[in-house]
């Protein structure tokens, strides 16, 4: 097999590029973002949240006066990248304009235009496996600013409800010292009955009942798992634990749901970072078949399966 791209229509998103080795299929949007809006198996189950019509968004006098009249943030969902910490207005850009895009041997490299008002420019490389399914991304932010920036970059996949997420916490063994750190905001409850705190793990079931829940880890372990349907989506990357310098208290992994979405979400090191200068930050997307259903508040099981599907 190998890498295929073609330029399609998708929903009511726009032009967007479609790149599938005929295992896997990714669709990014062009018209708008950039947002990878389709992430599945070929022929299968999307693990991205879409929009049938875009009424999450961010408007206001702040917009205004940062970006221009009537600016406006949409969610869209899918996979978007950030940089934190998180501000108002400045994280919630409006990236309603075209993207460009260079085609590479197995995906494509996503440019879209740079923001001046937040002195940045963003760009995310996709690429494919030949084979597998399984895409790795490159994400980097430049300092378009003639002074120095602090930030790390932030990548968020926003996935379609209804699904279970599974964590698997810290477990090196540190003695007397502690091996585990955690982040909660003002509006997460610890007593929803969505999350189950295992001594193993943690699992996040998304509800449509559910308000809205956040919660941030130091993570020592790369993967992070999803459950949805008939897949699993495996999200990885590469935590500096325990020595790395990270957003919101040392957090390199962030958890967020509502009643129509969750998001997975791995950050770089928090760095100055220099005029010119380009921050990185990569993850690796696998897609896994679903091998059956799992007690979401069974610390053994939810190890067992979580085993199963990251190995």
């Not at 198996?41 to 009249?69: A, C, H, W």
């Not at 869209?76 to 590479?104: A, F, I, K, Q």
């Not at 941030?216 to 349907?229: K, R, T």
């Amino acid at each position: 097999m190998s890498v295929k791209t073609e330029i399609i229509n998708y929903k009511n998103y726009g032009k967007a590029l479609r790149i599938t080795n005929g295992t896997a299929d990714a669709v990014v949007t062009l018209d708008i973002g950039p947002r990878v809006v389709f992430w599945g198996f070929t022929g299968g189950t999307n693990v991205m949240m879409n929009q049938d019509n875009f009424d999450i968004s961010k408007t206001g006098p702040l917009f205004d006066e940062r970006y221009y009249k009537d600016a406006t943030w949409y969610i869209y969902g899918g996979h978007r990248l950030w940089t934190s910490p998180e501000h108002m207005p400045g994280s919630y850009y409006p990236d309603n304009d075209p993207v460009e895009y260079t085609l590479t041997d197995t995906g494509a490299v996503f440019t879209p235009p740079p923001q001046t008002a937040n002195s940045i420019q963003m760009s995310f490389e996709l690429s494919m496996d030949p084979v597998l399914p399984k895409a790795s991304l490159n994400h980097f932010v430049r300092n378009i600013a003639d002074t120095e920036k602090e930030f790390s970059l932030w990548c968020l996949s926003v996935l379609a409800p209804g699904g279970l997420e599974i964590i698997k916490q810290n477990n090196v063994d540190t003695g007397l010292l502690h091996n585990r750190a955690m982040s909660l905001w003002a509006y997460t409850d610890m007593s929803d009955p969505r999350v189950f705190w295992g001594r193993d793990m943690i699992s996040l079931r998304q509800d449509a009942a559910g308000a809205p829940f956040k919660l941030g880890l130091n993570l020592e372990h790369s993967a992070i798992a999803y459950q949805l349907d008939d897949t699993v989506f495996i999200k990885r990357y590469s935590p500096n634990y325990p020595n790395g310098v990270y957003p919101d208290n040392g957090m390199s992994f962030e958890t967020y749901t509502n009643e129509k979405f969750i998001e997975m979400e791995t950050l770089s090191e928090l760095k100055t970072v220099a005029p010119g200068s380009t921050e990185s930050h990569a993850e690796t997307w696998e897609l896994r078949k679903n091998p059956g259903p799992v007690d979401a508040r069974d610390d053994k099981a939810l190890s067992g399966f979580y085993d199963s599907v990251t190995k």
